[in-house]
């Protein structure tokens, strides 16, 4: 098992533009996560899925932000009409139960920077 | 709302020295925390991680421990070297609602070790 994986590792777009990034959770884990992370900040929650089913967004996840966990394998992350407030890194995370004690696993991130 | 505080912001050690990073949280009522790594640029490696009926979890010359009923833990690093250098970060892990745990993360501490 290589760990949780993402992809691209950067991306630049020009603002007003849609991006899409891709997250592969550690195998049979059935939760992932998604987070942001402003420079000098520490990760903040986005969004949840158990399984293929989203439960928690945060209040940050605008209606331009969308998230799918198709067949409770691979996450995708869309960002519509790009706005440089935007550029940060986006963090993957998996972990492996159903209760709270759980261990958070993170990919190394997709650094996304808004021109 | 959970609040994580590390102190301090950021700390240059010489090689050898022996540090503690420290981390305060506001709501005791946590599952378990974590703390991670985090090179520039890069995602979050896990580094250990002390459920809320543990006191202390070690890991080579790491050794972090849990005050659960103070809000406050510690990462202490034995014989400091320069591949330490990196922004350590502390996550609590607590209920956010709708049967859901999110951690939540500090600004991390960015340790310096100078060779």
């Known amino acids: 098992d290589t760990g949780v994986s993402q992809d691209p590792r950067h991306k630049i777009t020009k603002r007003g533009q849609n991006v899409t990034f891709r997250c592969d959770p550690i195998?049979?884990?059935?939760?992932l996560y998604w987070y942001r992370q402003t420079l000098g900040q520490g990760p903040e929650f986005l969004t949840y899925f158990q399984n293929e089913a989203q439960l928690e967004k945060s209040r940050l996840l605008s209606d331009r932000f969308s998230a799918e966990r198709p067949k409770g394998s691979f996450s995708t992350l869309e960002i519509q009409r790009t706005e440089q407030g935007d550029s940060a890194m986006y963090l993957c995370?998996?972990?492996?139960?159903?209760?709270?004690?759980?261990?958070?696993?993170f990919g190394q991130g997709t650094r996304l920077t808004v021109v | 709302k959970q609040e994580v505080t590390q102190i301090p912001a950021a700390l240059s050690v010489p090689e050898g020295e022996n540090l503690v990073l420290n981390c305060s949280f506001t709501d005791s009522a946590i599952y378990n925390l974590q703390w991670f790594r985090q090179d520039p640029g890069k995602g979050l490696t896990s580094l250990l991680l002390?459920?809320?009926?543990?006191r202390e979890q070690t890991s080579g010359r790491l050794n972090a421990s849990l005050d659960k009923s103070s809000g406050r833990s510690t990462l202490y690093i034995a014989a400091s070297q320069p591949g330490d250098s990196a922004t350590y970060l502390c996550?609590?892990?607590?209920?956010?609602?709708?049967?859901?745990?999110?951690?939540?993360f500090g600004k991390g501490t960015k340790l310096s070790v100078i060779p």
């Open positions: 002390i459920q809320s009926s543990q």
């Open positions: 195998s049979e884990h059935n939760r």
């Open positions: 996550a609590v892990r607590s209920y956010s609602g709708a049967g859901s745990y999110q951690l939540t």
């Open positions: 995370a998996s972990s492996l139960g159903v209760g709270p004690n759980t261990e958070a696993f």
